[in-house]
């Protein structure tokens, strides 16, 4: 088949949701079928459409757009940049792929020629749209893939039907390379994200409460945008880590915290625990597609620093605990194989 992938923007920044298209365009392409993923450029306000296109020019000579520096994008897969999606720069395909609401909104309306049309939700996206329009997206006539179960209960009470595949992981990128009994457990990592969705403030607040109570904790924080102001030294911050960096990173760390208020099925945590960390969660739809209470995590009250530092504080001051959960949950995530998820994605859009 001839696949075409609609992203809403360049992929030059590490993006969760991207790496999952990418993830699928890769598998795809290496089960011979022809794929390609059209990004379409952010027009910056304010430039006239002349301006726009010499942005668009360079963008093109320069590959600045492409994410060369955060994941391998297989030869076979062709990556095109557009200055908007329109039937003429979408082109002929078997099959088209929404991955946003506004990419949804444009292959509704796309003719037959440019192939069946899907629509991959790893999100309820009203963090970057109206929450009546981003809603009204899933009723339209697109066949709903998601990612998380409930994202699937979204869809059912939309009067929806929707494939339901789980994220894979990828264990080539990540694993345990230091012992995870070896580690320094008073050693913690977490993802810095300055959406409010992402919970960093409550995180951030979290970790500051455990550090009075243990004085030599360390934090590890990543993330895409520079280091956020105010952070006491004892923060260590890597922003853009490549992906060999971040796998070092998560095995230094005992513990992962993710704070966050809602998520699809969100990667960093799933790469940390197939990496030796044992984690703190919010419990959220997102969290709970691979948390399970006591097993394999521990799950905390959204916007509640409190409830983040006493998990934290019950894994730092129980090694046993710390590590028993961490084997645990190492375990657990063997199931989610991106081999797994892209036979059933590759089934789903055959139907």
């Not at 994008?73 to 946003?100: E, F, H, N, W, Y």
């Not at 939700?121 to 749209?129: A, N």
């Not at 990667?267 to 969290?287: D, R």
Request: net charge positive; with cysteine.
């Amino acid at each position: 088949m001839k696949i075409n992938f609609l992203l809403p923007t360049q992929g030059h920044h590490p993006v969760g949701g991207y790496k999952v298209v990418y993830e699928y365009a890769n598998g795809l392409a290496a089960q011979g079928h022809d794929v390609i993923v059209t990004h379409r450029m952010i027009n910056v306000p304010g430039r006239g459409r002349g301006r726009q296109w010499l942005r668009y020019a360079k963008m093109k000579i320069k590959g600045d757009w492409l994410p060369v520096r955060w994941f391998e994008v297989d030869a076979r897969v062709k990556m095109r940049l557009a200055i908007c999606l329109t039937p003429q720069s979408i082109g002929a395909a078997d099959v088209v792929v929404a991955t946003s609401w506004d990419t949804a909104e444009v292959a509704a309306e796309l003719p037959a020629s440019c192939g069946r049309k899907y629509y991959f939700i790893q999100h309820f996206e009203e963090w970057s749209g109206d929450r009546e329009r981003v809603l009204a997206t899933w009723r339209l006539p697109l066949q709903k893939i998601v990612i998380a179960e409930w994202l699937r209960k979204i869809a059912l009470d939309e009067d929806q039907t929707a494939y339901y595949i789980p994220n894979g992981v990828d264990f080539n990128a990540f694993g345990i390379d230091t012992p995870i009994e070896q580690r320094d457990p008073h050693t913690a990592m977490m993802l810095y994200h300055n959406f409010d969705w992402k919970g960093s403030s409550d995180g951030i607040e979290a970790l500051r409460i455990v550090k009075k109570a243990v004085p030599d904790l360390k934090v590890i924080l990543f993330g895409v945008q520079p280091k956020p102001e105010g952070l006491e030294p004892w923060f260590e911050y890597h922003m853009l880590p490549t992906q060999p960096v971040l796998r070092q990173l998560y095995n230094r760390a005992s513990i992962f915290l993710s704070p966050s208020l809602a998520e699809g099925w969100p990667l960093p945590p799933a790469e940390a625990m197939i990496s030796g960390a044992a984690t703190v969660l919010t419990n959220i739809g997102g969290h709970q597609e691979y948390g399970i209470e006591g097993k394999t995590t521990r799950f905390c009250k959204v916007r509640n620093p409190q409830s983040l530092s006493d998990a934290l504080l019950s894994l730092i001051l129980n090694n046993e605990e710390r590590v028993r959960q961490a084997v645990a949950a190492r375990k657990f995530m063997e199931r989610f194989k991106w081999e797994t998820a892209i036979k059933k994605f590759e089934s789903a859009i055959s139907a």
